[in-house]
């Protein structure tokens, strides 16, 4: 187990650059996930890591080492790659053993290393079959475990669960974070998805063409979004976003289309300042006198309640835990309270405390 450093991190593909001095401190035993929309630069900044593309800029420490510049096979790492990488005409446990097998380590050795590896992830049955004998989840495990046997200092997982079904994603998560607990190893994991990102990881870093956006806990990120960015990416359904500006006596917004939400209490913004207004889905309430609305769509779910919703032609979503009876075209209040709201500068897009 280790520490990971990265220090000004740069990288140029030719004259492109699509990493931009990204620096990120994990702690030794940390499951860090990367997360962000295609083309963000997490995958390539996980390559940098691993020593898989050459970095232009700056340093990778893994613990007091330097390996920026080492060969992948010198860093002590090992990946987990979205498309498995077994190999066909090997069994489990051949697979599970080659990279020990390429450093010389006694059959004896390598048996039980394999299988103790095997029966953490719940393989023993399985080590004498065949790539193409295994379900989805099965390889995915075995991937895994052919990662656990060489002991690294850090995990990378690049995208791991792209491949499977929702309900087996579910399982593979929680299996996922149940090895991190028993092998206690840093591990750096990218996805696109922020469920699995909220859902797995000590932290989070949000990326966004090539920069870290914000570094912080699942729930740091989803309380305190530090721009309109970071609040529209974390969370499922997104949060709704309004333009406008806030009330005389710091208790109200009004909305570029005059649309007028009420908080009950005053708001940190100054009154009469230009505001993106931000409210989660699942924030909002429903009052009688509360802000006017038009029911768009409802799509039940079985445990919520997703209405799309017409605000003077601004869309809005909210999320309901109850099974309210709306209907398409149906009037409703809304309400939002003040400590629910977030606040956005429009010209920067940051965070207003």
């Known amino acids: 187990m280790a520490s990971l450093t990265i220090q ?11 990493l931009h001095g990204v620096d990120i401190q994990i ?29 232009t800029q700056g340093e ?47 059959l004896s050795e390598r048996k039980d290393k394999v299988r103790a590896s095997a029966e953490i ?15 989805g989840g099965q390889r995915q495990r075995v991937a895994m475990g052919r990662a656990i046997v060489r002991d690294p200092k850090v995990f990378l997982f690049d995208e791991p669960l792209s491949n499977l079904d929702a309900k087996l994603r579910v399982q593979m998560r929680s299996e ?59 969370g499922s359904p997104a949060m709704n976003m309004l333009e406008g500006r806030i009330g005389g006596d710091r208790q109200s917004f009004v909305s570029n289309r005059g649309t007028q939400i009420a908080f009950g209490a005053p708001v940190s913004p100054e009154a009469d300042r230009k505001v993106i207004l931000g409210i989660r889905p699942e924030d909002i309430g429903v009052s009688e006198t509360g802000t006017p ?15 799309n919703l017409d605000l003077d032609g601004d869309g809005f ?30 010209d920067s897009g940051k965070r207003i405390e």
Do not use: W
Request: glycine content about 8%; charged content about 20%.
């Open 176 to 234: 996922i974070r149940e090895l991190h607990k028993k092998l206690g190893t840093t591990i750096v994991y990218v996805t696109h998805d922020q469920i699995e990102a909220m859902t797995m990881a000590d932290t989070i870093v949000v990326m966004r063409d090539g920069y870290v956006e914000q570094i912080g806990s699942p729930l740091d990120l989803y309380d305190r979004p530090a721009n309109i960015f970071v609040g529209s990416f974390i």
């Open 293 to 307: 609305a038009m029911v768009r769509q409802v799509e039940p779910t079985g445990a919520d309640l997703h209405v």
């Open 8 to 18: 000004h991190a740069t990288k140029s593909f030719g004259g492109l650059e699509v």
């Open 60 to 106: 990778i420490l893994i613990g007091d080492r330097e390996v920026s510049h080492l060969h992948p096979k010198d860093r002590d790492i090992a990946m987990v790659f979205q498309s498995y990488a077994l190999y066909p005409h090997m069994t489990v446990e051949e697979n599970m053993g080659f990279s020990l097998r390429m450093r010389d380590v006694n």
């Open 121 to 135: 992830l719940g393989l023993t049955n399985l080590l004498g079959r065949y790539p193409r004998q295994l379900s």
């Open 27 to 55: 702690a030794d035993g940390e499951f860090v996930v990367l997360v962000g929309p295609s083309g963000c630069g997490k995958s390539t900044l996980l390559r940098l890591i691993a020593g898989l593309e050459d970095i």
């Open 317 to 346: 979503t909210a999320l309901f835990h109850e099974r309210l009876p709306l209907e398409e075209g149906q009037n409703m209040g809304l309400k939002v309270l003040a400590d629910q709201a977030h606040f956005f500068d429009p």
